[in-house]
């Protein structure tokens, strides 16, 4: 089945909406620029009562941008979080120090878009859990992502990812399918496309993103048996 990470939410509406879908991954993100931001005392309050995932509940991820352990560690002492993604220029030593600081897996995003940028996968794979493949994002963005991007799908064709991975950037509940068809994605991630305005999550649109991308799912299966 196709993992689905619900990135950026930030209200009990959007957060509802990702639990009734049965979203695999919920992303909050600590990185107090972006409009979906939440501060560890918020993140506490919106998601402290969601089942943890060995009861069933969603993994929780907590997105960082070049973070302090100072600011990780609060953000953990709030929440308890399953995985750590890591959004900025984190290299490949500072992703294996976190998560040996932590004792929590690391999920290394990359910014593709060139072939050349997949060259990364290597050097991250030893220091790294899994891996977030999402649009690099245009010069002076004020935001490393969450900026409704997409890259071309087609670098990933016939490309080996080490480590378990999520595909990410531009994604809608229109063209999710396709994604997952055209990358074979293991599990796909979303923020703007399930978004009414930017950082405000629309419920009704999460509930048609999971909905695709378990249609996509059901397909691919059903494919494989034909
Ligand atoms: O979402 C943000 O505001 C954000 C800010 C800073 C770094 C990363 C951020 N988002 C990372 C994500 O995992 C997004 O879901 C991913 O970039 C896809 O975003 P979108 O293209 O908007 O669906």
Redesign the pocket.
């Known amino acids: 089945m196709t993992a689905v990470?619900i990135?950026?939410l930030n209200d009990r509406p959007g957060l509802d909406a990702a639990l009734a879908g049965r979203a695999e991954m919920i992303?909050l993100?600590f990185?107090q620029?972006?409009?979906?931001?939440v501060t560890p005392a918020e993140a506490a309050a919106l998601a402290g009562a969601v089942p943890r995932a060995a009861e069933g509940g969603p993994l929780r991820v907590g997105?960082f941008?070049d973070a302090s352990e100072e600011a990780i560690a609060a953000a953990l002492a709030a929440l308890p979080l399953d995985i750590l993604?890591l959004?900025?220029e984190e290299t490949p030593d500072r992703c294996a120090e976190l998560r040996a600081r932590f004792g929590l897996p690391v999920m290394k995003?990359l910014g593709i878009a060139t072939a050349d940028d997949l060259r990364l996968l290597d050097a991250y794979a030893p220091a790294v859990d899994r891996f977030?493949l999402?649009?690099k994002p245009a010069p002076g963005a004020a935001?490393?992502?969450?900026?409704?991007?997409?890259f071309d799908w087609s670098l990933l064709v016939g490309r080996a990812v080490p480590r378990p991975w999520l595909l990410?950037?531009?994604?809608t509940p229109a063209n999710v399918a396709d994604a997952v068809r055209a990358t074979g994605a293991p599990g796909v991630?979303?923020?703007?496309?399930?978004?009414a305005s930017r950082?405000v999550k629309d419920p009704a649109r999460i509930a048609a993103f999971i909905a695709a991308a378990r249609r996509a799912t059901t397909e691919a299966a059903g494919a494989a048996r034909a």
Do not use: M, T
Not at 168 to 171: F, I, Q, R, V
């Open positions: 990470k990135c950026g992303g993100v990185f620029p972006s409009p979906r931001a997105l941008v993604q959004h900025g995003a977030l999402d649009a935001l490393p992502g969450g900026n409704a991007a997409s990410a950037g531009g994604l991630d979303v923020s703007s496309g399930v978004e950082g």
